[in-house]
């Protein structure tokens, strides 16, 4: 990657997008356009489509064409793995323009964003199409005149409703296990991050996927995400957002056609820190990076730092002075390492959030404020408050921010009991040479991914998912998959 191309490509306009569906930009039924800001300076990066509850119809009904006439399902295997193996070459080739093109409209800083967008996105497609021909099904144990079969069978429409801070890494999440199965896809990205998805469906198009197999809605959550919710004709929503939009989700589905809903909602993931930590300069950069990266915009971000008293205050230390090095700015320059905040509303939201949290008796020791005002983007210096306590908003409710609580603890106990003490329960970590009290913490603690003396970076090859409110099932690996099938039994007297 080198910094001229990427400001060759930040300079080429956008075009207006309208909603993908039959491999037909379409407008909205009522010629409806949602401007998209850009984060990086607030202004005006383009227009698409604002759909209504008609466009989300119309998609739906596309894909449940495409689905019943067997044009992917029907298939073979081998037909559908070179189509998914064709898409991630055109997502390789294409690597550096999706990639500009989501910062410019969400504003990930670019080297975190050409790995975990089109670098992981292609990474997540190929994983599947490989899986797809070696999913086999099961024979039964039965008496000896009776053959019981257990068939996978494609769910038929998925329903994906897409967040703002990763959206071509979840969309794959999503996309690859759903269409490696059979299933079609109906995509509704997030307001404030539509245009990187638009083009990876384009290239699905390209390689050769059938019209209708994937099709784009753009628009309002409460339009046509409450739409495709409430849809008689999707068989399964998949989510990843907000708590209160996945409730929604689920009442949507419980008003219509009981479909399956999988919600993952985020958390407040605790980073604990033993005395005994193998590297203690090296856990304070990784819990610097655990939390800022993506300026907090991640679901998995580790914002409760849990540290051993005897050691709180050089440690506190040592992860301001690995924040304090990490350049916050234009998220299109090679040298940035923390780039902009989605929105201004979501800007505003975490700013509150710190006035909360010291109004609560937290501390700032780093940041606190909006910086760059002079760029007309959403920048806000990363945020560490100290004394916040396990019952403090701020330990308690996700900021989805640059925002990092530290609470000390005494024991083992203790650090547990803290760590288990909100609704959530995505992801943690513990810091300690102790493999004993390593395990412990693995079991004890309440989370869907535990990591040991390091944080984030699980790859693709193990699941993700929360347990209490941060959701039900897993996105990635081979687990995934069982979201978007249905298992038939086949009992056969002989
Ligand atoms: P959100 O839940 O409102 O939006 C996520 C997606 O849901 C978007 O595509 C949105 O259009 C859609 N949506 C919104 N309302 C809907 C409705 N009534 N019916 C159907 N779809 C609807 O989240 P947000 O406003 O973008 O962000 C708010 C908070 O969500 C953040 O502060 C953060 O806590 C959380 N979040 C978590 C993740 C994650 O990775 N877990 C990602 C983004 C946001």
């Not at 356009?33 to 227009?47: A, C, E, H, N, Y």
Request: hydrophobic share 45%.
């Amino acid at each position: 990657m080198d910094q001229i191309k990427v400001d060759a490509l930040r300079a080429q306009p956008v075009p207006t997008y309208g909603h993908l569906i039959d491999v037909q930009f379409l407008p909205a039924s009522d010629g409806g356009t949602m401007d998209v800001l850009s984060p990086l300076d607030g202004q005006v990066l383009t227009q698409v489509a604002k759909g209504t509850v008609a466009d989300m119809k119309t998609a739906i009904a596309s894909a449940r064409a495409a689905f019943e006439d067997g044009r992917w399902a029907g298939q073979a295997p081998a037909a559908r793995k070179k189509v998914l193996h064709k898409w991630a070459d055109l997502i390789e080739a294409n690597a550096l323009e999706l990639a500009v093109l989501g910062v410019r409209d969400n504003g990930t800083d670019i080297s975190m964003a050409i790995n975990a967008e089109p670098g992981s996105t292609a990474g997540t497609i190929r994983y599947y199409a490989e899986a797809l021909d070696k999913l086999y099904g099961e024979i039964a144990t039965t008496p000896s005149d009776i053959l019981g079969m257990i068939h996978k069978e494609p769910v038929g429409v998925v329903g994906a409703i897409i967040p703002w801070n990763f959206p071509l890494m979840i969309g794959a999440w999503k996309l690859g296990p759903a269409l490696a199965m059979g299933n079609s896809v109906v995509l509704k990205p997030a307001e404030t991050a539509s245009l990187s998805l638009i083009r990876l469906a384009e290239l699905a198009h390209a390689a050769g996927l059938p019209p209708g197999v994937v099709n784009v809605v753009t628009g309002e959550g409460a339009v046509v995400g409450e739409a495709m919710g409430l849809s008689m004709d999707v068989d399964v929503l998949v989510f990843t957002g907000s708590g209160g939009t996945g409730r929604r989700l689920m009442e949507y589905s419980a008003r219509s056609n009981m479909k399956r809903v999988y919600l993952e909602l985020g958390g407040k993931s605790p980073n604990i820190v033993f005395a005994d930590a193998p590297d203690l300069d090296m856990a304070a950069k990784v819990a610097a990076a655990g939390i800022f990266r993506n300026a907090g915009q991640v679901c998995v971000a580790g914002s409760r730092l849990l540290v051993e008293a005897s050691i709180h205050d050089d440690f506190v230390a040592a992860v301001v002075k690995a924040t304090e090095a990490m350049r916050v700015g234009d998220p299109l320059s090679l040298d940035t390492h923390i780039g902009a905040i989605n929105s201004e509303n979501q800007l505003s939201q975490n700013l509150k959030f710190v006035e909360t949290a010291q109004a609560e008796g937290g501390a700032i020791v780093t940041g606190g404020s909006r910086i760059l005002q002079e760029t007309r983007g959403y920048f806000m210096a990363p945020t560490i408050l100290t004394g916040v306590t396990p019952d403090a908003t701020l330990s308690q409710k996700e900021v989805f921010g640059p925002v990092l609580g530290v609470t000390p603890f005494e024991s083992d106990d203790d650090a547990i009991r803290i760590a288990n003490s909100t609704v959530y329960g995505l992801a943690g970590a513990a810091w300690t040479s102790n493999l004993s009290r390593a395990h412990k913490m693995v079991r004890a603690v309440r989370t869907g991914v535990m990591h040991i003396n390091t944080y984030g970076g699980a790859d693709g090859t193990v699941p993700l998912g929360g347990v209490g409110q941060s959701g039900n099932g897993t996105d990635k690996s081979l687990h995934a998959i069982e979201k978007y099938v249905n298992l038939k039994t086949a009992w056969i007297k002989l």
